[in-house]
């Protein structure tokens, strides 16, 4: 199953063919797939099936043993530094522990793509600090407040806020819902969405959090056995004749509930 063929909107992420390894362990055997711009795809699979090792591999931290990676056009493990400095100011990471610095309070936090890689004049960068907390949930007092003193639910959200810094076209998430209650996990899906649906955004997030899959993910890809063993919408993955996939859903509801309401 794949993405209706019609579609005609930008590809932003073209994986193909992909390869690796770690020792004689095959992560990823010709592994492929498109995202399209807009789109709001969750990655899923066992554990060891290469989700995180795919979101490093496609960003451009750690080099596949063979195949190609397109992001936004850009050929990530062939172009040269110029090229993919100008690339990292176009999408955003949030990785699974947020990696927030934990010796910057949360507004040097969010700052700090800014600094890097934004001509930014010094009068301007508290308000935009602001406007990214804001977008990501937060008050502007949060800002003032040191990672530590942060509940679950807002390290994530302050992860969100640096990872939207730049304004990304793309954003990557790495389980960005693990370790949260359902009430947070469930506003923060609504955070995702809105960040797809009314800014734009395209986001590809790896999740275990089916409740997740049921309320946002328009698409969803299954990993295993090194390849795109399922792609295609909620609905037409659990119909899929594999012994993984009827393991994940078994004995949960599958039918999603209106999307409406989690926008």
């Known amino acids: 199953m794949s993405a209706p063929p019609d ?5 932003v992420i073209d994986v193909d063919a992909l390869v690796t390894r770690f020792g004689r362990q095959t992560v990823h055997d010709g592994l492929g797939f498109r995202i399209r711009r807009g789109e709001l795809v969750a990655l899923i699979g066992g554990s060891g099936s290469g989700k995180s090792v795919l979101l490093r591999e496609i960003i451009g931290l750690q080099r596949p043993q063979a195949g190609t990676i397109r992001l936004l056009g ?7 530094p110029e090229a993919l400095q100008a690339l990292r100011r176009r999408f955003g990471m949030m990785f699974q522990e947020g990696a927030l610095f934990s010796s910057l309070d949360v507004a040097a936090n969010v700052a700090t793509p800014l600094r890097e890689h934004a001509d930014v004049p010094p009068a301007l960068l508290d308000a935009l600090v602001d406007l990214r907390l804001s977008l990501a949930g937060l008050a502007p007092d949060t800002g003032r407040k040191m990672p530590s003193e942060l509940s ?4 994530k959200r302050a992860a969100i806020a640096r990872a939207l810094a730049l304004e990304p ?3 990557f998430l790495d ?4 370790g949260l209650d359902p009430i947070t996990a469930r506003a923060f899906d609504r955070l995702l969405r809105f960040l797809c649906h009314d800014l734009g955004i395209t986001v590809l997030l790896v999740t275990h959090d089916l409740d997740t899959l049921l309320t946002i993910a328009e698409r969803v890809i299954v990993l295993g056995g090194g390849r795109v063993i399922a792609d295609g919408t909620l ?3 659990i119909t899929v004749d594999d012994a993984w996939v009827r393991a994940y859903f078994s ?4 039918v999603p509930v209106d999307r409406q309401d989690a926008a």
């Open 169 to 171: 076209e793309v954003l």
């Open 74 to 80: 850009t050929d990530v493990w062939s172009a040269g």
């Open 235 to 237: 609905e037409e993955i």
């Open 175 to 178: 389980e960005p819902t693990s």
């Open 7 to 11: 579609d005609t909107r930008e590809v």
């Open 152 to 155: 679950g639910g807002m390290k």
């Open 251 to 254: 004995g949960r509801a599958t």
